[in-house]
């Protein structure tokens, strides 16, 4: 595997760790809070410290991996491992490979946190931290000025969006699973409350992608056109293209299966697996927007 694919590997298995972590981290503190059965499912969905933990650490080992491909392609001559002084010369003279020396240091403390508190707001502060703290290291952090401070926030917000949505189906998904064997039982009644808790949270989360990706593909494109005649505008287009079958897919589950969720007073099995297999095809799709997402950082934007 040459250096640019395992680039696009890297960045792939940390945009997935990260949101992951984020998502499972948060999961609890809006979803299962006070929910009738919640403690049941406190484990099954975004408390399990094996969860976190397994999400932590790919976090970390693929930032190692990230920064060992960008300092091997900036630094290095291609032809084997950057020494010691390409590390240097990268980590310690650049502003990005500083914000690569702190995304590090809060990936450990993030991975401690997983052991020492895993249901805790440490957790969820700090892998919401090293989320958003990635638009430091992409094509956000290429502006100055206050301009420049408006597009990292603008990054940041999307990443953090896109983490609590995204990130979320994978517990999500989990408590749906363990409701299948449980219909009756309180897994299920937390099922059904962390579905439309999540649900309310999920259209805040894609306003907030929606608007936010307005603006960095303003910021990334200055003509539509480039949509189709630059590799950055095409692979952008497939990443819209999938995010909007991602949309039309949680749409289904908000507007035509959530009020069915919600008018019922007990939960409805098959209605609830129906809903679970939807949120499988939207983890799927949320997997192809990353993989769009990993290698769009590779590009030269507009190029």
Known sequence: MDLAAALIVARLVHFLATMALF?????????????????????????????????????????????LCMVAMLAGDGTGMPGAHDFKVVLLDTGFGRAWIFRLIVACLAL????????????????????????????????EGLAGGLRLAIQATHLLAAGAWLGGLLPLGALLAAARHDAQGPTAAAARTALIRFSDMGVIAVGLI???????????????????????????????????????????????????????????????????????????????????????GTLPPGQ
């Open 112 to 143: 401690a946190a997983t052991f020492l508190a895993p249901s805790g707001a440490l957790t969820a502060g700090l892998s919401a931290l090293l989320l958003a703290s990635q638009a430091w290291i992409g094509h956000a952090a290429m502006g």
């Open 23 to 67: 998502g499972a981290a948060l999961f609890p503190f809006y979803a299962l809070a006070n929910a009738a059965g919640g403690r049941a499912a406190h484990g099954l969905a975004g408390g399990r410290r094996s969860w976190l933990i397994a999400a932590a650490m790919l976090a970390l080992a693929s930032a190692g991996a990230w920064v």
């Open 210 to 296: 929606v608007l936010s990706g307005i603006a960095n593909v303003g910021f990334m494109l200055h003509a539509l056109d480039a949509f189709g005649t630059t590799t950055y505008g095409r692979v952008l287009a497939l990443k819209l293209a999938l995010f909007l079958g991602l949309v039309a897919v949680a749409t289904v589950n908000r507007y035509r299966l959530m009020p069915r969720i919600a008018r019922q007073p007990e939960p409805d099995a098959p209605l609830l697996a129906r809903i679970g297999r939807n949120v499988v095809v939207e983890q799927a799709l949320g997997l192809l927007v990353l993989a769009a997402v990993s290698v769009l």
